[in-house]
């Protein structure tokens, strides 16, 4: 008896499965019909691990912003990678969903370093979602900038418009910040404090980009909703690396809550841009 495999041809960006009858088909469709489901989403993981090796040699001087993709090519490569990474990830947290299967340490990790990937791909192309306040928030001079770092919401009666983390100047303007400014490179800080917030904050926008449209009394733009989501899952992800130079994910491993936030974040995310 044949048994599902992965295809995944030299050059391919990413993989994808092949069903016993030979043809294409997504993860989480495949363990519904598998008889040992609990060995296909391991191995989704594990080769998705594998893709990210490749697909960080192949276009890390672009990733990682040394220089812009060429028109052709660079730039449909980069289009590619971005849209199977959603695809994958997206196919894993349905997996999991369908299965019961629960997220683990490493799930976070592969699926955040995917996340950031993509995000950097298409930052890359310049086509990165529109950024909370974006127009809105004075650049930084230089030097240091007495003020409050604070987590900002747009709107509150229409929180799919997300937020950002900005300094609270004594002069009155704001100025951008980061989570990793926040947590490194910020004094008199609380830190469980803001990550606390951070975590609030990207779990709401989640959940709000799996309602169905329509719902409540303002309905999202799935435009800006999506900017938003993929700036905190961004800007979360950019402050647990490992290193400076490095997409690996770090996450404690009392914290399987962080794991399971990023999955959720990742595959709405996903669903967001796919048009779902």
């Known amino acids: 008896m044949s048994r599902p495999r992965i295809a995944q041809a030299d050059g391919q960006i990413g993989f994808h499965w092949v069903s016993p ?38 276009f890390g001087e672009l990733l990682g912003g040394g220089r812009s993709p060429q028109v052709g090519a660079e730039r449909a490569d980069l289009h590619e990678l971005y849209r199977v990474l959603d695809r994958l990830n997206r196919e894993y947290a349905r997996a999991l969903a369908v299965t019961g299967l629960p ?23 310049g086509i990165a979602g529109p950024t909370p306040f974006a127009g809105q928030l004075t650049d930084p001079r230089i030097g240091v900038v007495a003020g409050l770092g604070q987590f900002q919401s747009v709107s509150d009666d229409e929180p799919w418009r997300g937020g950002r983390w900005v300094v609270q100047s004594e002069e009155g303007p704001r ?28 779990s709401t926008l989640s959940s709000l980009a799996g309602q169905p449209s329509g719902d409540g009394e303002s309905e999202a733009d799935p435009v800006v909703l999506g900017g938003a989501l993929e700036w905190l899952l961004f800007d979360w992800l950019m402050a647990h690396r490992e290193s400076p130079d490095s ?30």
């Open 21 to 58: 009858a030979g043809r294409p088909i997504a993860l989480d469709e495949l363990v519904l019909q598998d008889e040992e489901p609990e060995r296909l989403v391991p191995t989704h993981l594990e080769a998705l691990d594998d893709s990210l090796i490749i697909a960080a040699g192949r």
């Open 103 to 125: 997220v683990e340490i490493r799930s976070g990790q592969i699926i955040g370093a995917s996340a950031l990937i993509a995000t950097r791909a298409r930052m890359a192309l």
């Open 247 to 276: 997409a690996a994910i770090e996450i404690r491993k009392e914290r399987i809550e962080d794991a399971a936030m990023i999955v959720a974040a990742a595959a709405a995310l996903a669903g967001l841009r796919a048009g779902d």
């Open 175 to 202: 100025y951008p910040l980061s989570l990793s400014m926040l947590l490194f490179d910020s004094s008199g800080v609380n830190k469980d404090a803001a990550l606390v917030e951070h975590r609030e904050a990207l």
